[in-house]
């Protein structure tokens, strides 16, 4: 698939590979790594590898799990290159700073794959298969749950009622909370109606909601994560 400046669309879900360092910026992590922690959808990162070596017990779950590891290998390399080429069409939607040049970020992103492939070999306990809005865990499983790239992201394709069960979802299986980032779509257009009726429809269900401010900008303007908690 080719791109230009005016695509809107990456075309089907990317399955991307974000490294450690994007995810402590996107969602503001400190203190929180020393707990259990959920990723959804996890994708190709290398967060749940490169956090476990730092003494969290982080779990990914992700539909592209039930694909064989060498299979996925092949699949998200591709991916990665898919991912590339769509940042380097629409390059002025995206500040570069935190990854240098558009070479560095194609850089971390591959060499977070490979972490990823790696990880998914050596512990294939780390990574389940499942979706949202139902995931196979227990209520109160996990101490906090990052979801990156899927909610918003993808408003084009999944609705108000898709979000809202989402993250209904995501809040039961945590006894502390939910960060999701960003709040814009791949074209880096905040959607600030679908955020604000997900908010109140968590709200009359009891959720608390908070926007928050993060160090991380990639797509430009783009710097807020949504954070719920139980009621």
């Known amino acids: ?3 230009g ?11 991307t590979a974000r ?18 922690i959920l990723d959804c959808p996890g994708g190709a ?3 749940t590898a490169e956090a476990t070596r730092r003494g969290a017990r982080v779990t990914a779950v992700d539909p592209v799990y ?3 590891a060498t299979e996925l290998t092949r699949h998200i390399l591709a991916e990665t290159e898919r991912g590339t ?3 380097t069409a629409t390059s002025s939607r995206y500040v570069w700073d935190f990854y240098g040049s558009p070479d560095g970020h194609s850089a971390m992103r591959r060499a977070a794959a490979h972490q990823f492939a790696h990880d998914l070999v050596g512990h294939p306990e780390r990574y389940v298969a499942g979706q949202l809005p139902s995931l196979p865990f227990e209520a109160g499983e996990f101490d906090i749950v990052l979801s990156s790239h899927l909610l918003f992201t993808y408003a084009d394709r999944l609705d108000f009622a898709f979000h809202t069960s989402a993250i209904a979802e995501l809040l039961r299986v945590t006894r502390g909370e939910v960060r999701v980032f960003p709040l814009a779509d791949q074209a880096g257009a905040p959607q600030p109606d679908l955020v604000d009726h997900v908010r109140r429809a968590l709200a009359a269900a009891g959720a608390t909601t908070q926007l ?10 783009v710097s807020e994560m949504l954070v719920v908690r139980h009621g």
């Open 1 to 3: 698939m080719s791109y």
């Open 5 to 15: 400046q005016e695509s809107t669309s990456v075309g089907e879900y990317l399955v």
């Open 19 to 36: 490294s450690f360092a994007e995810y402590q910026a996107m969602f503001a992590l400190d203190d929180e790594l020393t707990g259990t």
């Open 45 to 47: 990162s290398s967060f």
């Open 66 to 68: 039930t694909t064989p």
């Open 85 to 87: 080429a769509w940042t």
């Open 212 to 221: 928050r401010t993060v160090s991380f900008e990639f797509q430009r303007g």
